[in-house]
């Protein structure tokens, strides 16, 4: 990030490939070259003005929010299995319930598809592929780097997952174009703080750019404001964009797979995006797997969203799935 500004080129037409790999590095090595690591870790490979980027859930399944945070970033999944537990049945959950339709699984250590074949039978995951073995990877390579990614139009939005200091720049924040364009020198709003910031210049994959539509990851320095007012969960959006929301009335489906039960009082977290909060449930009645109803939440701190943004509920004291299902507004 430190050549952000060093050159200024004409905005370029990057096509990017966004992936989750589930437990393999190896996989996510083999795809791309390892960038910024946290609890999260992304690997990027770019030739020309085509890029994949790999994003991977280092600190899961310790923490729930790298593997709700990677899938969100990724449009498409590969998971690794070499083994049938506690983490793999999460993940399907997960998978399910975020809505990832497209993904392939890889078999390993003398699993077998007759065994997996059950476990996405009637979900959303029942088109994924299934794969023995890991498969060449050059060949994943240029078959990720082959497609073309479709532009998703609407205002500015932009999902922030890293933000830091730089030496002559401020601010630099790293994230996602969920939609539309985002601009040099374009004024966007802060949330769910509501704070102004301008937009000083743009990376796309090292290269200096005007510009960056949406499925890009971008590196943005900002102007007046710090790291701690643009740190995960935020997005920078056109004002008016996103509604800011302390209690929310939903409608909950409860993944088939799911072993709680959701009551009255229960203090779980809503996830939307990057955003991971402590809510209270208020309701009549519980939910369980398969089941759907309406409840109240309310958030111990502010969420941004858009009204068809969907609300993943978990519960961390849970003794399967933390991830207990999907609410709409």
């Given amino acids: 990030m430190t050549s952000l500004i060093n050159t200024e080129r004409m905005r370029i037409a990057m096509n990017t490939t966004m992936l989750c790999v589930l437990n393999s590095e190896t996989l996510a090595t083999s795809l791309g070259k390892k960038g910024t690591e946290s609890d999260i870790t992304l690997y990027n490979h770019k030739q020309g003005e085509k890029a994949i980027s790999v994003v991977m859930p280092t600190r899961y399944p310790d923490k729930l929010t790298p593997l709700l945070y990677s899938l969100f970033l990724g449009s498409e999944v590969f998971m690794v299995i070499d083994k049938l537990d506690r983490t793999i049945g999460e993940e399907l959950v997960a998978c399910d319930v975020m809505g990832k339709t497209k993904g392939t699984i890889f078999l390993e250590n003398y699993i077998t598809p007759?065994?997996?074949?059950?476990?996405?039978s009637g979900t959303g995951l029942s088109g994924w592929q299934i794969v023995e073995g890991l498969g060449n990877p050059n060949e994943m390579r240029e078959e990720l780097m082959a497609r073309e990614s479709i532009p998703i139009p609407g205002p500015t939005r932009v999902?922030?997952?890293?933000?830091?200091p730089v030496k002559g720049l401020g601010t630099v924040c790293l994230g996602i174009v969920d939609q539309g364009v985002v601009k040099k020198h374009q004024e966007l709003t802060i949330y769910p703080t509501g704070k102004k910031s301008l937009v000083r210049s743009i990376q796309v994959h090292d290269n200096d750019v005007t510009e960056a539509s949406s499925g890009n990851r971008v590196g943005l320095a900002m102007k007046g404001v710090e790291p701690e007012d643009i740190g995960r969960g935020t997005i920078l959006a056109e004002e008016g964009v996103l509604a800011v929301?302390?209690?929310?009335?939903?409608?909950?489906?409860?993944?088939k797979f799911w072993k709680g039960a959701l009551k009255n009082g229960m203090v779980v977290h809503a996830a939307s995006g990057l955003q991971f909060i402590p809510a209270t449930i208020t309701?009549?009645?519980?939910l369980k797997a398969g089941q759907s109803g309406k409840l109240h939440i309310e958030?111990?701190?502010?969420?941004?969203?858009?009204s068809s943004d969907a609300v993943i509920i978990c519960w961390l004291d849970s003794v399967g799935s933390r991830v207990a299902g999907k609410g709409v507004q």
Avoid at 283 to 286: D, F, L, N, T, V
Avoid at 299 to 306: F, H, N, Q, T, Y
């Fill in 283 to 286: 309701m009549g009645g519980e």
């Fill in 245 to 255: 929301k302390n209690r929310l009335d939903l409608t909950v489906t409860i993944n």
């Fill in 299 to 306: 958030l111990e701190s502010p969420m941004a969203l858009s």
């Fill in 114 to 120: 007759e065994q997996i074949k059950p476990l996405l």
């Fill in 159 to 164: 999902s922030i997952d890293h933000s830091f």
